[in-house]
Nanobody, 120 residues
Framework: QVQLVESGGDLVQPGGSLRLSCAAS????????MGWDRQYPGKQRELVAA???????NYADSVKGRFTISRDNAKNTVYLQMNSLKPEDTAVYYC??????????????WGQGTQVTVSS
């Protein structure tokens, strides 16, 4: 009933840039926070960045100054602009949304993940 569809993952050289997008659709009443996590092989997911409905942002220390999260509330979409990419940014990136459905049920939903590979 709710889908989060990510796009933008790719292979990029160190120092390059990528922009990830994630669009939420379905029986959505309201979206609160949206964000991006990433997961390395064999590791737990970790927060990359998050943004509230009012635009307040939070970043992992490892990406501060390089990544920028933003959202378009009219389109139920969250973006992650990634600049100055490093090989250690290589991971699967997952978007998430804390939202309330039309049924008034509130939960956190996740996208399917998109691969980002930083390599020369």
């Amino acid at each position: 009933q709710v889908q989060l569809v990510e796009s933008g993952g790719d292979l990029v050289q160190p120092g390059g840039s990528l922009r990830l997008s994630c669009a939420a659709s379905g029986n959505i009443f309201s979206i609160y926070a949206m964000g991006w996590d990433r997961q390395y092989p064999g590791k737990q997911r970790e927060l990359v960045a998050a943004i509230t409905s009012g635009g307040r942002t939070n970043y992992a220390d490892s990406v501060k100054g390089r990544f920028t999260i933003s959202r378009d509330n009219a389109k139920n979409t969250v973006y992650l602009q990634m600049n100055s990419l490093k090989p250690e940014d290589t991971a699967v990136y997952y978007c998430n949304a804390d939202l309330r459905m039309q049924t008034m049920i509130r939960d956190v939903y996740w996208g399917q993940g998109t691969q980002v590979t930083v390599s020369s």
